[in-house]
């Protein structure tokens, strides 16, 4: 009876084949989870990615899904709170049983969720972070889209130390892992050019709103150039507080975290003469491009809304996604996938990059857009290529 009893197991497994031992995935489902600020300081990142990942989802569901599975993609808010993203990733983790993460918002929130992910070999795809700890950890489980807060922070900063003449760079974050990759970004970057100076910096809460104090600090102490690791809204009022105190004699950098199509289109030209550092272009200067077009009207009409540079991700995110899931085939492992994403190799239209990743090299895009806010949008001024 007892061998009765294991031989029908046996032949029950082959029948599901190899995917039923591979968590997340069944025959007619892949499950890809997420954890997002949907209701804090950085929802207008997570929202629009969302909404622009989910339609991706929702045309390939359509079309007969990848090899006959249908993507099912769970969302968790942590509202910009680290205790919220571990409980969400637990849950996802333990109770959903996702095969992946895709576009996990916030630097101190991945790592938090890497604690519960990592030991049971769950993949970290592309989160909406750009710093450089994404990368650390098991290899196969770490991808990431474009380069890191640190190099673009450094290339940016750099290009206006030599184009604009800035001498004395300061700069103004959140004391958490994402404030202090681009505050040690400016200080290093500082630090590795002759007659350039860091001079010192102020450190803020993620909800403050009152930086008049913090500004008349750093214009006493003279800086020419401050960067900028706030949530969206305190960027906004940063940028407008200096002007109101007519201090137009210093550069304001933001990481990708702040290049942001509503930090452009602020009424009254608040944020004009910002300048942003990220690994991708925005996609207003882009419309000229079929690709991009088509995809922005299918957007509108989804939403009646310009999908931002959140959206921008979401779609970028979520295409490479199904890619390396049609490329893993029909028997897709951890290993399967792996190797998928390795050998994912194109130009991305949606994001103005180039998609490039193999063996131990798990940055999709390592360029560095330097952009600057003209006429209510982001214009694109330089290119850094920061592999030379």
């Known amino acids: 009876m007892k061998k009765t009893f294991a031989a029908l197991a046996a032949a029950a497994l082959m029948a599901t084949g190899a995917s039923a031992q591979t968590r997340g995935v069944t025959d007619d489902e892949i499950r890809i989870g997420a954890f997002h600020d949907l209701s804090g300081g950085f929802a207008a990142f997570s929202v629009p990615a969302v909404e622009a990942a989910n339609a991706l989802f929702e045309e390939v569901n359509a079309n007969g899904g990848i090899h006959g599975r249908q993507i099912r993609y769970i969302v968790e808010d942590h509202g910009y709170q680290v205790p919220r993203a571990a409980q969400a990733a637990n849950k996802l983790v333990n109770r959903d049983e996702v095969f992946a993460m895709l576009l996990s918002l916030g630097t101190p929130h991945n790592l938090a969720a890497f604690r519960v992910m990592d030991p049971n070999n769950v993949p970290s795809v592309f989160p909406l972070t750009a710093a450089r700890q994404m990368l650390e950890g098991p290899e196969e489980l770490r991808y990431v889209a474009t380069a890191s807060y640190y190099d673009a922070v450094r290339a940016a900063a750099g290009y206006l130390m030599e184009t604009n003449d800035r001498t004395q760079a300061c ?168 190797a998928a994403m390795e050998g994912l190799s194109y130009d991305d239209a949606i994001a103005g990059n180039r998609m490039e990743m193999g063996p131990g090299d798990h940055a999709g895009s390592e360029e560095v857009f330097i952009s600057q806010i003209q006429g209510g949008s982001w214009s694109l001024i330089g290119t850094v290529d920061t592999t030379e």
């Open 171 to 338: 700069s103004m974050y959140i004391p958490s892992d994402f404030g202090e990759e681009i505050h040690m970004a400016t200080v290093d970057e500082a630090g590795d050019r002759d007659g350039v100076e860091y001079l010192t910096e102020t450190t803020h809460r993620p909800d403050e709103s009152d930086f008049t104090g913090a500004l008349a600090r750093l214009r006493e102490a003279g800086c020419d150039l401050i960067t900028i690791a706030l949530t969206i809204r305190p960027t906004i009022t940063v940028v407008a507080t200096a002007k109101q105190m007519g201090w137009d004699d210093v550069d304001f950098l933001v990481s990708s975290a702040g290049f942001h199509t509503a930090i452009a289109k602020v009424p009254g030209g608040i944020t004009e003469g910002l300048y942003a550092g990220a690994g991708w272009q925005d996609l207003e200067a882009r419309m000229g491009n079929e690709e991009v077009a088509a995809w922005v009207a299918s957007m509108q009409e989804r939403t009646g809304e310009f999908p931002g540079t959140g959206a921008l991700l979401g779609r970028s995110a979520a295409a490479a996604m199904v890619e390396a899931l049609e490329a893993a085939g029909p028997d897709l492992t951890l290993e399967s996938f792996t």
